[in-house]
């Protein structure tokens, strides 16, 4: 968090003319706020495990992800969780699903976030971590994904061509670039010089931050059992943003949440009873 900081007082201070690689590192940099006595105690009680997953854009290597679980039942449930986030944002959510029978819970530190070290991080990271698990650990028979994790879900699920028994995307990101114009905007960094980011973030990914639109890109068949849990006054996923989406895609379910935001809807008992509910009317395997 320290990190985040500085590079947000240094861009204040240079918004006339901010540095191309300071808009960078403040996008793909992402914060860490330490695990709390409870978490601590949750991650002590489970199995942990490190994997590898090739980061193409930054690193050009493999890097590692730590990952946890709770459990040992056939079923598997995959928890993706959220930019500037970790495994154990969960904590509320797994306690509960530590409650039903045959299940193994697992989740992972994205690289860049909690434990998973890494300069930086982004979506396909992200995706590619949902993948290793996937391919070398276990393959998930439901996915459950908050935010950014939403969206990663949804991309690792089709590069993999796997069809779960139930996916669950938590207030998920629709349009990546709004995103990042958001961020930059709390900044004021101006048009002029996001632009010049935008453009830079063609030539090194390479495809257009616009190319990262759910809604053109969803390609999942309406055969999944896809639940869509949302507040509509969230300001991080836009509802305008949300309904367009559900709109294009009528067979996934989706239900409003007021009042819980978009980071506190992760921890409101009226979501996560609705998650539960709905993992217990799974058949058996």
């Known amino acids: 968090m320290k990190r985040l900081k500085q590079i947000v007082n240094e861009l204040k201070l240079t918004q006339a003319a901010p540095e191309a690689a300071l808009m960078r590192e403040f996008i793909f940099y992402s914060p860490k706020m330490p695990l709390r006595l409870h978490q601590e105690q949750l991650v002590a009680a489970s199995k942990q495990f490190s994997l ?16 946890f679980s ?23 959510l797994i306690i509960e699903l530590l409650k039903i029978d045959d299940l193994e819970i697992i989740a992972f530190d994205a690289p860049g976030n909690g434990s998973s070290i890494s300069e930086f991080s982004n979506l396909m990271l992200y995706a590619g971590s949902v993948k290793s698990i996937a391919l070398n650990y276990a393959q998930p028979d439901v996915l459950i994904g908050h935010s950014l994790g939403g969206m990663a879900n949804v991309i690792a699920l089709q590069e993999l061509e796997i069809t779960p028994h139930l996916l669950i995307s938590i207030a998920p990101l629709i349009r990546l670039k709004e995103n990042f114009e958001q961020s930059l905007d709390s900044v004021n960094i101006g048009a002029k010089h996001q632009d010049l980011f935008f453009d830079n973030f063609a030539k ?20 999944i059992d896809h639940f869509l849990a949302f507040d509509p006054a969230d300001h991080i996923s836009p509802y305008s943003f949300l309904k367009e989406f559900l709109d294009k895609y009528p067979a996934i379910k989706s239900k409003s949440f007021e009042d819980v935001g978009h980071y506190k809807i992760l921890r409101s008992l009226e979501v996560i009873d609705d998650v539960v509910k709905r993992i217990y009317a799974l058949p058996m395997l």
């Open 52 to 67: 590898e997953v090739f980061d193409t854009y930054f690193a050009h290597s493999d890097v590692t992800i730590n990952c």
């Open 70 to 92: 709770w459990g040992n039942g056939k079923r598997k449930v995959l928890l993706a969780h959220g930019w500037a986030s970790k495994a154990l944002d969960f904590y509320e």
């Open 204 to 223: 090194e990914f390479p495809v257009s931050a616009s190319h990262f639109n759910l809604t053109n890109l969803y390609q999942l068949s309406t055969a």
